[in-house]
């Protein structure tokens, strides 16, 4: 029951010595981070912030471990260091604007399952479910290097009401999707579904991430079965 996905090459993560040095730096940090120099108001300063996290995103997966410096994001997206401190103190907020980003695409994927026909029985859901998993494992696979920064987020005090507003959402949205499916589930039930879902998948993919790419296919397949032995009991399929 594998994704389907092409298997690439798997793209591990920072260990924990990586880890430990974003942690440590969004620690020293944060609060420069928490404090964008410019928003972009117009649609020319909104490009240019897309080449800026585009080209550190870019050299995140290339360096692994290594965090990129300012300078080696201003040059790889074609600007001036000047420009880049224009919309970003330090390279520290240019990161977490790549974890802003990566967290809101969780609730367009999850939306995609909530916009299509409701599935009538358990072998519809499945595929629905297998969907869902693909494009979930896409979003991890080709961001696996910002992983260090979405733990660092957690465990930062000042840091983690970011995570919690997207949890929130894509809390909200699974429960959604499933009285989608499900309309008579009582909200209670579908809320404390939605979390066990987020969770269990997002921590199973984070062990994954620090493995082999079959061992993350692996756990895909556990986590899927998971979840369906999860909510089908709560969906009233045939």
């Known amino acids: 029951m594998y994704s389907g996905l092409h298997r690439a090459p798997m793209v591990r993560p920072g260990g924990e010595r990586g880890q430990r040095a974003v942690k440590r730096s969004l620690d020293r940090k944060t609060k420069i981070a928490l404090e964008p120099r410019k928003q972009p108001r117009q649609q020319r300063s909104s ?28 040059q790889r997206a074609g600007l001036s260091v000047g420009s880049v401190y224009q919309y ?29 026909p409701r599935p009538t029985n358990r072998d519809e859901f ?37 995570q919690d507003e997207y949890d929130k959402e894509i809390i909200a949205l699974y429960a959604a999707w499933l009285q989608h499916v499900n309309p008579a589930l009582e909200d209670k039930i579908a809320s404390r579904l939605g979390v066990l879902m987020m969770e269990v998948g997002h921590v199973c993919r984070l062990v994954g991430l620090k493995r082999d790419r079959r061992t993350f ?16 009991p709560h969906l009233n399929l045939g």
Do not use: C, H
Not at 217 to 232: G, P, S
């Open 88 to 116: 970003f103190p330090n390279k520290e907020a240019i990161l977490l604007d790549l974890a802003r980003r990566w967290l809101s695409s969780f609730p367009e994927v999850i939306q995609k399952r909530i916009d299509v």
């Open 126 to 162: 499945r595929r629905e479910v297998r969907k869902l998993f693909i494009d979930t494992a896409r979003l991890y696979l080709d961001n696996a290097t910002l992983m260090p920064v979405i733990e660092a987020i957690s465990g930062n005090a000042d840091l983690r009401p970011i």
């Open 47 to 74: 490009k240019v912030v897309d080449r800026i996290l585009d080209a550190a995103l870019i050299l995140t997966r290339e360096q692994g471990t290594r965090t990129p410096t300012t300078l080696a994001i201003a």
């Open 217 to 232: 296919d692996l756990i895909e397949d556990d986590v899927e079965a998971m979840w369906l032995a999860l909510v089908t």
